[in-house]
């Protein structure tokens, strides 16, 4: 059957491709030698010419063939694909606004664009994970990769600032109507999962939380808030970030910043709740034995209370059995949080009743683990209510209480508590 009449469907492994599937369903024909590969590109390059970007639907092979051998060919010819790809990429996304409002458009039209964007994404993204994976070798080798950086570079070609533009491409696609290019206009889980999984695979390289590559970062997080808005993409991002911060340390602040972009640029402030959920109902017996897991939640906690405590204040109900969990860690980004919303949201003499009720839950909440049996939640709550009683947030009702327990604190078994109990004394009126 020709190639024009299949159907092409996203592969879980590319061995996938190279298998009789079902009725209709495009399979790989050849395998391309790396001696066949840069003239069969240049063959692609001038169908693509005359025919724009349909002409996959003839020449995916020569795309599967470049991705089976990645690491055996010539660096050029990788950098040639990679820049003709995009090419590709970007011409489809200008010319499917047109397509998709010809009211003319038949069946089988719909089903060659909707083949070529498949094969298209496809191989681009996985292009750009080969790449990925190449470099994070080379840099771990290296010991951040100065030698090999200095020859990219020097060749004119540098993954790094290659990943960006990429990026932003495949968000603007993805602003488009895409939907409509399939059956009932709902949009495949497997290409939503192609695009995100793409990002979430970059996140995970330590790399991307240097100051150089906020970027990428940035666009990485725009795509996955189109994908959030447009695509149903909710479940599977939180889920992902849960998985993320438990082996994942340097991710911290970096999905900390884009959860508060989706909460409040994208109005997506659901996910913050569904996030905070998922935390809240983990075991703490089992946090107590994940240490890795519980620091990468905690921080996430205390973090994310510092950029957007309105909004997860609401939340706030299904953390408060981790502070009777084992794990200190949790207990400190509870009551940290906790801070943050007195002061930050539930501070100042306009607050409704609702309010107030809240900020004496949670100051007499914090206050009941000055006799926690740990030393470093000890400690942090002085701490916290130090930073409380500095920017003036404690209200004159709780303060006998706070007195009384910096003053049974300054004969604690541990001096770091000791300090801060004296610290706490120090900030108070005379």
């Known amino acids: 059957m ?10 879980l492994s590319p061995e996938e491709l190279l298998k009789s599937g079902g009725v209709n369903q495009y399979v790989v024909q050849e395998v391309l030698s790396v001696k066949q590969l840069p003239s069969q590109l240049r063959v692609f390059q001038a169908a693509f010419r005359t025919q724009g970007p349909l002409a996959v639907l003839e020449h995916f092979d020569t795309l599967y063939s470049i991705l089976h051998h990645f690491r055996s060919i010539d660096p ?89 533009p990429i990026l932003q491409m495949l968000t603007q696609l993805l602003q488009l109507d895409i939907y409509r290019l399939w059956n009932h206009s709902v ?57 993320m911060l438990q082996h994942f340390e340097h991710l911290v602040s970096v999905l900390v910043a884009a959860v508060s972009l989706w909460s409040t640029e994208y109005g997506m402030k659901s996910i913050v709740g569904e996030i905070v959920r998922e935390i809240g109902q983990k075991c703490p017996q089992e946090l107590s034995r994940d240490t890795s897991g519980a620091k990468g939640y905690a921080s996430f906690l205390t973090e994310l209370a510092e950029h957007v405590p309105t909004v997860m204040m609401s939340s706030m109900s299904v953390l408060l059995d981790h502070l009777d969990g084992e794990n200190y860690m949790m207990r400190n980004a509870v009551l940290a949080a906790m801070t943050e919303m007195v002061l930050q949201v539930l501070n100042g003499d306009q ?14 909440t914090s206050q009941a683990r000055g006799d926690d049996v740990n030393s470093f939640v000890r400690s942090r709550v002085l701490q916290l209510f130090t930073r409380i ?14 007195m009384t327990l910096a003053v049974g604190r300054l004969a604690d078994k541990s001096v770091l508590v000791s300090k801060n109990a004296i610290q706490l004394l120090s900030q108070q009126p005379s």
């Open 2 to 11: 020709p190639p024009q009449l299949c159907e092409f469907h996203l592969p």
């Open 76 to 164: 050029d010819l990788k950098e040639d694909a990679l820049e003709f790809l995009m090419k590709v990429v970007s011409r489809h996304s200008q010319d499917l606004p047109a397509v998709l409002d010809d009211t003319a458009l038949s069946v089988s039209d719909r089903s060659a664009h909707l083949n070529a964007l498949k094969m298209n994404c496809y191989a681009l993204i996985r292009l750009m994970e080969s790449f990925e994976a190449t470099t994070s070798k080379t840099n771990l080798m290296d010991h951040g990769g100065k030698g090999k950086k200095s020859r990219t570079k020097a060749q004119g070609f540098d993954w790094e600032e290659a990943r960006q």
């Open 187 to 243: 949009v495949e889980e497997e290409f939503v999962s192609l695009l995100t999984g793409c990002c979430y695979r970059l996140l995970e390289n330590p790399s991307i939380s240097h100051q150089k590559n906020r970027p990428t970062r940035e666009a990485i997080t725009h795509l996955l808030g189109i994908a959030l808005t447009r695509y149903n993409h909710m479940l599977s991002a939180t889920l992902k970030i849960i998985q």
């Open 351 to 364: 607050l409704e009743e609702a309010a107030w009720g809240t900020q004496d839950q949670f100051l007499d």
């Open 389 to 402: 009683v500095q920017q003036k947030a404690l209200p004159l009702t709780h303060f006998q209480a706070e």
